[in-house]
């Protein structure tokens, strides 16, 4: 089990004000009975900055987003807001109850207290919160400092996972994320977790989530290892080495590191297409940089990621150099030579690279006299 973390309700006052905008929060919100809620109160506990934040309110959440200015989206379903203002990002809700139709089914909501929203949420170090117009005192009716204390993931009742299987993921990503343990009541709710009474739109968002995440190999082992989605037997290890990549030259922001996870996962709706498009990659043997960025040719930034991850070693001197080499002639120099419009004219480009690829010519004159000898005929094609 993880050993005990210091966790400090008493600096609550204190850690409120390291968040930004929170002034212009409050005095929006004066008035009104609001609440700083979820994922915000833990990371405040743990000492952790946060620029987003959410809030829930005991009464109608328009007047606030209207108060606090900024860009305003409302989804009435739901009875939110979220708006961005002075470097805050503020998601508000009116505090509600939740009751399912079925399992896995998208909740029924009605307005309620702030302790029955608590009640309904996914786990207690999830359900905690602070007043935001009153005394900052923390409110914890379930138990979530002391569970966060000891390293421990808890559901709040024993239907969670029935009513909303998506949590087991969200338990995933949040063992990893903070190195907890799941409860042992918690461990034996997890079979009631039928992630096929969700859409698969559902489970991609969660996995996304999951991907976007520094400890997303973790995540993904623990999904694997509660049985709660068929992985394919690579994607942990893809996953850890995507991360390391992305984290250093050439390979960092060169693509979407998520992406990659996610497709090293299985899932979402270009997993296949992109692992089958990296494995073939990775399957390549170059021998000259020419035929290197030939074989790079039309694809993604993402296979390529996944392809370096697969253990194609000879992208790193792709995306580090050949793909920064370009020619110093372009199609008009051609046209102005004679060649006609039209495929001839490609052609002769792409001779003319691929000969500076490999070293073979220099400057602008040789580079021109292969583009046209090729777009002439005069040069054989590979």
Not at 42 to 55: A, H, K, N, S, W
Not at 144 to 153: H, I, K, N, S, T
Not at 247 to 270: E, K, N, Y
Not at 288 to 306: C, D, M, N
């Amino acid at each position: 089990m993880p050993s005990q973390r210091q966790v400090d309700p008493e600096r609550l006052p204190e850690t409120l004000n390291t968040i930004p905008g929170l002034e212009v929060l409050r005095e929006a919100a004066a008035g009104f009975p609001c609440y700083l809620v979820g994922g915000v109160v833990r990371d405040l506990l743990l000492g952790q900055p946060r620029t987003d934040i959410d809030v829930a309110v005991e009464a109608d959440v328009r007047p606030i987003a209207n108060a606090l200015g900024g860009e305003v989206v409302e989804h009435e379903r739901f009875a939110t807001a979220s708006v961005s203002v002075d470097g805050l990002h503020v998601d508000l809700a009116r505090a509600r109850a939740e009751t399912y139709e079925r399992p896995g089914a998208l909740p029924t909501v009605t307005p309620a207290t702030i302790a029955e929203d608590l009640a309904r949420r996914d786990f207690t170090i999830n359900a905690m919160a602070v007043p935001l117009t009153a005394e900052p005192t923390l409110i914890d009716p379930h138990g979530g400092v002391d569970d966060l204390r000891a390293g421990l993931l808890r559901v709040l009742h024993e239907r969670s996972f029935l009513d909303d299987p998506t949590r087991a993921l969200r338990a995933a990503r949040y063992a990893a994320r903070f190195d907890l343990d799941l409860e042992p009541a918690t461990a034996g709710l997890l079979s009631s977790a039928d992630l096929g009474t969700v859409s698969s739109d559902r489970v991609e968002a969660e996995l996304r989530l999951i991907a976007a995440e520094d400890t997303a190999p973790r995540a993904l082992e623990l999904i694997a290892e509660w049985s709660l989605l068929e992985l394919p037997g690579d994607a942990v290890g893809l996953a850890g080495q995507v991360r390391e990549l992305a984290a250093r030259p050439p390979w960092s922001g060169f693509a979407d590191p998520t992406a990659a996870i996610l497709a090293a996962s299985g899932f979402g709706h270009a997993a296949g297409p992109v692992r089958r498009a990296a494995a073939e990659l990775a399957g390549a043997t170059p021998e000259r940089p020419s035929q290197a960025v030939r074989e790079v040719k039309g694809t993604s930034p993402v296979e390529l990621l996944l392809a370096r991850a697969i253990g194609a070693e000879w992208l790193d001197r792709y995306v580090e150099e050949w793909s920064k080499v370009s020619l110093e002639i372009d199609g008009a120099d051609l046209l102005k030579n004679g060649v006609e419009e039209g495929p001839a004219v490609g052609r002769g480009l792409e001779a003319a690279l691929s000969a500076k690829l490999d070293g073979e010519i220099s400057g602008r004159d040789q580079e021109l006299r292969i583009a046209l000898a090729a777009a002439r005929g005069e040069i054989p094609e590979d």
